[in-house]
């Protein structure tokens, strides 16, 4: 299975990710500006009737689009929440007991209870075990007695990429992490 292509604007800054099938048609219709990364895959096609030869195109894991159609850069909003990219931002920890788990064991808990006011947005959702959530209830975690071990953050677009690719290669999280807001840290965890 081939992987995704990281497709930027021109600019440098992280768009989507793309099937390599459409990389072939941006390399093609000459919409490359530049690329970025180490891996370079080689696609190849049919047979040229006037040659014999075989056609094939190279393409870089990261590319930078001409003229990016979209949404200008700075201007993306909030990525989409969703408990997959919620759960590795969280990295499957639950946010208040600090154990590990598989993503059919967590919850979405959100820290303020909707039905007090809270919101269904990153910076108010956190990952929980069932039994965590369950004790916390309807409730703040100050009443029910726990303690976030990470303050819940909304994801910028370039990590927001990286969660959401679960094939993400070494050269294209190296150049999204260049792009991280690095002050998200957990504050604690306990064990």
Same mark, same amino acid.
């Given at each position: 299975?081939?992987?995704?292509?990281?497709?930027?604007?021109?600019?440098?800054?992280?768009?989507?990710?793309?099937?390599?099938?459409?990389?072939?048609?941006?390399?093609?219709?000459?919409?490359?500006?530049?690329?970025?990364?180490?891996?370079?895959?080689?696609?190849?096609?049919?047979? $040229?009737?006037?040659?014999?030869? @075989?056609? *094939?195109?190279? !393409?870089?894991?990261?590319? %930078?689009?001409?003229?990016?159609? /979209?949404?200008?850069?700075?201007?993306?909003?909030?990525?989409?929440?969703?408990?997959?990219?919620?759960?590795?931002?969280?990295?499957?920890?639950?946010?208040?007991?600090?154990?590990?788990?598989?993503?059919?064991?967590?919850?979405?808990?959100?820290?303020?209870?909707? $039905?007090?006011?809270?919101?269904? @947005?990153? *910076?108010?959702? !956190?990952?929980?075990?069932? %039994?965590?959530?369950?004790?916390? /209830?309807?409730?703040?975690?100050?009443?029910?007695?726990?303690?976030?071990?990470?303050?819940?953050?909304?994801?910028?677009?370039?990590?927001?990429?990286?969660?959401?690719?679960?094939?993400?290669?070494?050269?294209?999280?190296?150049?999204?992490?260049?792009?991280?807001?690095?002050?998200?840290?957990?504050?604690?965890?306990?064990?």
């Amino acid at each position: 299975m081939a992987p995704l292509i990281l497709r930027l604007d021109v600019t440098g800054s992280p768009l989507r990710w793309i099937p390599w099938q459409d990389a072939v048609c941006l390399y093609s219709k000459s919409r490359i500006a530049w690329t970025a990364g180490e891996r370079v895959f080689t696609f190849f096609g049919g047979m $040229s009737g006037l040659t014999g030869q @075989r056609s *094939s195109i190279a !393409v870089n894991s990261i590319i %930078a689009v001409k003229r990016a159609r /979209g949404i200008k850069h700075g201007q993306r909003g909030i990525p989409p929440l969703n408990n997959r990219e919620l759960f590795v931002r969280d990295g499957h920890l639950c946010m208040y007991c600090g154990e590990e788990y598989a993503a059919s064991q967590l919850t979405r808990d959100h820290v303020i209870p909707l $039905s007090r006011g809270g919101y269904d @947005r990153w *910076s108010n959702v !956190v990952a929980a075990c069932k %039994a965590c959530n369950t004790h916390k /209830g309807n409730r703040r975690p100050e009443e029910a007695g726990v303690a976030l071990l990470a303050v819940p953050y909304v994801p910028n677009w370039a990590e927001f990429l990286a969660l959401s690719n679960r094939r993400i290669l070494a050269d294209q999280m190296q150049f999204l992490k260049t792009q991280f807001n690095t002050q998200h840290r957990l504050l604690s965890l306990r064990h």
